[in-house]
């Protein structure tokens, strides 16, 4: 199929400072071929006006948990645990006894006392195993009947290395292995299902590639018989979890996976949990919880030996670190192996640095992978978590900036609504999409539009060793490419949000048209 385009009457905003605007593009054999120079032997297209950006990628999604959570028990946003109770109650009636009720995105911050629940709850129901996972990933609320059935109980759950329960009903980090275990399994069938649907998604968001941050063995077969049967829109940059010991074996031995829409050359690794389940890594205790630092959850050495053979292997290196010591620790390992070199090892989230350890990114060459909506989702909370004081340590984002390190943006959906607009609003702002706080949540931080951009385009490319392909409008460049009804850059905040997407290209072909 013949996708050689002009796109024409168009505010083309380049990000690239050879030509920073222009009116038009030429697309020719899948790439940019020219800039307001246009063809008029090809098909063209009146953008009448709209406005045109490098493709936006989002550096930390998780297209089979977007996808397989569309199907779960929905507990996002709820403000009270009658009405998550009354969901529960609701979802039963339409299982037989014996089905898992399988959730997902409860919040106890949201609630009236913001405690954790206590055991009783969901004991009352006992003809269902039930298994709801926190907003966060990092904690999950069952039932006796679900322990029973992981054939596990309060003490053995507790007795868990990286793990614990709280409440004999809340079980953190890797406490919820042996109940994930017990869950419906997932197959080839559902997996190619969830993930065509998310990547749809992400082309609606007006997304043109996704980092998958943790890739087993099905997800990566899956996504690549889409693209063989051409039923995956967007592209793909692989990180296989850590915890795959063959295949990560077998991708060090065969070396990194490249086609035109995936590719796999990365590692994902966990460090400490969330700071909402309070098992991310502290280096002093939680202010609401005195006897707690939070959890590691691999040990050093196994960590040391991770990093060493993806150093030898040529693999990018992404690691979950949120809390200041797990952070502390993750870019200690790694200045042994990425001082002087373009490693572009990555911190996912970043999201508490202590002072003496922001310069290490600087000197290390370590990148921080940040999702700015993390922040405003945990900043009406996050004071009464770690006090007043360390919030100031909380997504630096215009201190690395400053320091001249590029920052990879994502939003982690679905634990955030993987919306790009969002994200760049975020960061902007630091605001909630109400405008709370009235100058932005540790002001010092926001970021200005370009900057915001760059997050979500030519940051993002430089963040899976693709910046000579995409991330700015530049001739031969991939003719990845998003459309909006705004101009970002000079838009009041508000119009941010209500920015519509009028279309997504990738690869020269129009995967969504509004």
Known sequence: MNNDINLINAHVITLNKDIPFANSLTIKNNIISAIDNIDNSLKTIDLKGAFLYP???????????????????????????????????????????????????????????????????????????????????????????????????????????????????????????????????????????????????????????????????????SIIELINKNKFPIRCYGMVGSSHINLLNKYFYNGHYNSPLYNIRAVKAFIDGALGSRGAALKKPYNDDANNCGLILISKDEFEKLAY????????????????????????????????????????????????????????????????????????????????????????????LD??????????????DGNPLFEIFAAVTRKDHNGWPENGWHPEECVDRISALKMFTQWGAYGSFSEHQRGIIKIGYDADITILSNDLTTCSEQDILNTEVIMTIVNGKIVYQN
């Not at 007795?159 to 329960?165: A, L």
């Not at 320091?403 to 955030?416: A, F, L, Q």
């Open 55 to 221: 493709g936006f990628c989002d550096s930390h999604f998780h297209l089979k948990n977007f996808g397989k959570r569309s199907e779960m028990l929905d507990l996002k946003g709820i403000n009270n645990i009658n009405t998550v109770v009354k969901n529960i109650y609701n979802k039963s009636k339409s299982l037989k006894p014996g089905n898992w009720i399988i959730g997902f995105g409860w919040d106890q911050n949201l609630w009236p006392n913001a405690a954790l629940p206590n055991s009783k709850i969901l004991n009352e129901i006992q003809e269902y195993p039930i298994a709801l996972t926190r907003i966060d990933g990092h904690s999950m609320w069952v039932n006796k009947t679900a322990i029973k059935i992981a054939e596990e109980s309060y003490e053995s759950l507790n007795e868990i290395k990286g793990g614990q329960i709280v409440n004999d009903c809340i079980l953190i980090d890797n406490a919820m292995d042996p109940i994930r275990k017990k869950l419906p399994g997932d197959n080839s069938i559902n997996i190619s299902k969830w993930i065509k649907n998310a990547a749809n998604f992400a082309a609606r968001m007006g997304l043109t590639a996704v980092h998958d941050a943790w890739q087993d063995e099905l997800i990566i077969n």
């Open 309 to 400: 053979k993806c150093s030898e292997n040529n693999f990018q290196l992404c690691t979950h670190a949120i809390g200041d010591r797990g952070n502390q620790m993750v870019l200690d390992i790694y200045s042994k192996y990425t001082k002087d070199k373009d490693l572009r090892w990555r911190i996912e989230h970043a999201q508490m640095v202590s002072e003496e350890d922001t310069y290490k990114f600087k000197d290390y060459n370590i990148l921080p992978s940040m999702q700015p909506s993390h922040c405003t989702s945990d900043m009406k909370w996050v004071e009464k978590r770690i006090g007043e004081e360390r919030t100031k340590l909380i997504s630096k984002w215009k201190t690395f």
């Open 403 to 416: 320091m001249g390190i590029p920052i990879p943006g994502g939003s982690d959906c679905p634990i955030e």
